[in-house]
């Protein structure tokens, strides 16, 4: 677990933010950019579509850490029947403002509601019943459920970006037997060695993600994921991070050209600025996880 020191990594920290984001006005915050971002937005659909001429059924979605952005709110219409796009979240603020959000704009909706859950990318046994979660509440609806459940499209808008300022993370538990059943001939030292929280998130996700699936994600880093662009040598792993870029591949990686925005100095003198934001799409390779 991260130290206690680090409040990125409480879940009770961003209960309470994002909690105290979704009061007053209740328009919520949005890191990074507006949820209304049309080049995000574009991005987002077009991930989507691509993965809707992958799968006969209608692509399942998961949105990592929406916190009290209405983009959300955008997801309840990206695919054909809303029950596909499950929201997850560390605050259980999170799970409550976008429920109580999404009964107010579709007050008739009943059985056709976005699923909202909490838990911690960081843990496998977490995100794993992600999938196991969504099988019950299908199996218990009446739905045909074919096991496991893995999603398609994955959106994280600065999720990732907090998750890595969480200091570095030792495997544990399952995650370090699918990594011995993965790379048998791995030494333990190498498994059991700290990596980064983001490389523990790709790996705990690589678990519930469709071969061909896209993680899209915006981020105000440009210099991640180097590792997935490598071409792989050798026949076992020498690091996880070399395990991680056979499960994910890096395809997309470039900034946002709607970013720029006019600033007027005191001298009347505009200029444009550029922000930081990066597009990615990482592609879930067909190696099994
Ligand atoms: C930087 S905010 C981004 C919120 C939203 N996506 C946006 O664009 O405004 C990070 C979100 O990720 C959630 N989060 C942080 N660490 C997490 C973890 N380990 N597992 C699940 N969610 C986490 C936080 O609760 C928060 O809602």
Redesign the pocket.
Known sequence: MPSAANY??SAAY?TER?RSEGEGDEQG????LP?DNTGFKSFISDAVKDAATRTAATPRVLH??????R?SLWMHDLVDDPRHVVH????ES?KELGERWERECWPEAAERRMRWMT????ELPSVLSISQRLESTERAEGGEVSSPILFDVLVD???L???SCVEALAPQGDLVERIKTFAPDMPAKLIKEPIYSSLMVALNLATISRPGAAWVMLSYGGTRFDAFAARVRSETPRSLEELASRLWRLEVRRELEEDAKEITDENGVTSKTKAYHWLYLLRRTDVPF
Not at 64 to 69: A, D, I, N, R, Y
Not at 88 to 91: I, K, N, S, T, V
Not at 119 to 122: A, Q, T, V
């Open positions: 990125l990594g961003w994002v915050f949005d890191w990074l949820s990592l850490g929406p916190g009290s952005s983009l997850f979240d560390f605050a999170a838990g911690d990318l960081l808008k600065g999720t970006d907090a998750i």
